[in-house]
């Protein structure tokens, strides 16, 4: 589906900057993610890829259960190579890891002893919209079909005194976290529609911090009126930052449930890890006791299909469907996050133009000079 028309205008006044970025008045024309975005420049892709194994069109065929694609962002390594590593050894799965360091990927799957045939690696940074835009075309042009999206990969700087910036000039945990994961799933949702597979599900990992008794996340914020790196316009807390980014994640996936869910019978839901302190993401920050992943069955296991759901499990390792807090289950926060996100990934992409706009002008405006100085 387009982009709904109101996210095309100008933003309001009251949106010119948000999470550190200034929104210039720059006339709204034609963008869409949809379109097809220019290779080259910015990031550049790797990929490696095996052809693809399975084709099924027909709906009788549909009853065969061929092998199923799954993206998983962050599969270099915690928790989303060992769901890469998990569902590539079922056979039933090929696993796309969704990297920013293709090496580090590659190393990664090679150590746990994945089977090339069952993944491939494709370069994604999420601190790049441009990147994301990329990876998008890169996974189509694998002619592989979409059954599975992880949206797995996240900074933590909680110890950072100073906000850093993506690409596109967004605070790093919620532009890479939260941006760079809305961009990447709402263009690949049109992936997801035209699978056949039977359970086409769409995860957003989240965290305990959209539970009960979770911080005050998004309180205050999201009116845009301030120029400061934090979602609420607060002083830069890196750990703050992060949780921030992880009830976006939450209000994302519902937000993608309440618009998608009955339209395309895909499921996205939302799940808790629990803290596993082996994983890169909190190795430093806090003292260590075991990794597991839970995800793999958040893809596969039919009692998990639910859709707009937040998942948890317990002592004993069942699954069970968390509450949320009151705050991270806001439809009011969700339909309003979703809107402004979706003006700042469109909004980054005709800044882009118009910077290189400016810079064909100039490049023309040299080649003329050059031009009269050699005939006159
Ligand atoms: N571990 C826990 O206790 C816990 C608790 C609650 C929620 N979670 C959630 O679980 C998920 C996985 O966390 P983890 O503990 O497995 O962390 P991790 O081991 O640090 O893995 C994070 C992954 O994200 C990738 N990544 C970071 N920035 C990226 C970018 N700009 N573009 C692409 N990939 C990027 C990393 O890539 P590199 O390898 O290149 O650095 C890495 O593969 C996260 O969403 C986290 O919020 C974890």
Known sequence: MALQASSLLPPSPSARSFLGISLADHAVSDFSPRRRVRLGGGVRAQTATTSPSTTVSSPDAKKTLRKGTVIITGASSGLGLATAKALAETGKWHVIMACRDFLKAERAAKSVGMNKENYSVIHLDLASLDSVRQFTDNFRRSGRPLDALVCNAAVYLPTAKEPTFTADGFELSVGTNHLGHFLLARLLLDDLKKSDYPSRRLIIVGSITGGPGGPAGLAGGLNGLNTSSMINGGEFDGAKAYKDSKVCN???????????????????????????????????????????????????????????????????????????????????????????????????????????????????????????????
């Open 250 to 376: 939450m209000l994302t996936m519902q937000e993608f449930h309440r618009r998608f869910h009955e339209e395309t019978g895909v499921t996205f839901a939302s799940l808790y890890p629990g803290c596993i302190a082996t994983t890169g993401l909190f190795r430093s920050h806090i003292p260590s006791s075991g990794s597991s992943s839970p995800f793999p069955e958040v893809v596969t296991d039919p009692s998990l299909g639910k859709s707009g759901v937040y998942w948890s499990w317990n002592k004993d390792s069942a699954s069970f469907q968390n509450q949320l807090s009151e705050e991270a289950s806001d439809p009011e926060k969700a339909r309003k996050l979703w809107e402004l996100s979706e003006k700042l990934v469109v909004w980054v992409k005709i800044l882009e133009r118009d910077r290189e706009r400016e810079r064909e002008r100039d490049a023309l405006v040299l080649l003329v000079c050059t031009l009269c100085k050699i005939l006159f």
